[in-house]
């Protein structure tokens, strides 16, 4: 009698038997873990510029009494980044003695309390300001009259007026 399986049969059918078997779990699933994680790193922020505030302009001419003098100004931010505009505010240079400083030498005897100042005409509070971009701020002079002082000392007199910005 011949045998039907014989020894190498055997082991060809079971390893044909395990391989479909491996293949059978092709779509087994895959086991894996998860993880979390995190890292800080830091960003450099910049300063705030400074305002650079220069006269561009002068027109017209102050009296006791009547005219007066416009002056306009460039405001610039020397910054990167945006700077908010808030006030303006405009002064006539005093000596420390009460005189207007006209060059930054003091006209004696004409004094800085006999001149008005009012901005005229600037950019609004609240305004951004972008890096290195430029505003113009307006101001105006006049010298009020005044019955009990002589203001003589005034005359030909070109006050130095400061415009300062917050």
Do not use: H
């Amino acid at each position: 009698m011949s045998k039907i399986f014989t020894t190498r049969r055997r082991i060809a059918i079971v390893g044909v038997a395990g391989a479909a078997l491996v293949l059978a779990g092709g779509g087994a699933a895959y086991a894996y873990f998860s993880a979390t994680g995190s890292g800080t790193g830091s960003a450099t922020v910049g300063t705030t510029g400074t305002w650079a505030v220069t006269q561009a302009s002068s027109t017209g001419t102050i009296s006791a009494g009547a005219g007066s003098s416009v002056i306009t100004f460039n405001v610039e931010n020397t910054g990167k980044g945006d700077q908010q505009y808030a006030t303006a505010t405009a002064t006539v240079n005093s000596d420390g003695s009460g005189d207007i400083t006209s060059g930054g030498t003091s006209v004696s005897g004409c004094l800085a309390t006999w001149f008005n100042t009012k901005v005229t005409s600037d950019p609004g509070a609240g305004t951004n300001v972008g890096g290195g971009s430029t505003v113009q701020v307006t101001v105006k002079v006049t010298m009020p009259s005044d019955a009990t002082d002589n203001q003589d000392a005034c005359e030909s007199a070109t006050p130095d007026v400061t415009l300062s910005i917050s």
